[in-house]
């Protein structure tokens, strides 16, 4: 949603969370298979575990992030990071 919001207004603020999204994603969601995780937990205990679940739409949703990143920024990392 905010890569959308970056593209639709321009606006720095929504840029900057979306690289965020990108990055906590890459960095929290992914598992070793690079297939993007379901859930994660927030719970002091958990680490930031993950359920394992793996659904086609989060990776979907990801795809569809990332290429509205690129396609605004033109940033080639976009487009290799992920």
Avoid at 20 to 40: E, G, M, P, R
Avoid at 60 to 76: R, V
Wanted: net charge negative.
């Amino acid at each position: 949603l905010s890569a959308l919001l970056a593209k639709a207004t321009s606006n720095q603020t929504y840029l900057i969370a979306a690289q965020s999204s990108a990055a906590f994603i890459k960095a929290h969601l992914y598992n070793t298979n690079s297939v993007v995780q379901d859930t994660i937990s927030a719970r002091e205990n958990d680490s930031c575990s993950t359920s394992g679940n793996m659904w086609p739409y989060n990776a979907g949703l990801m795809i569809e992030g990332l290429a509205t990143l690129y396609s605004f920024t033109q940033n080639a990392t976009m487009q290799s990071l992920y």
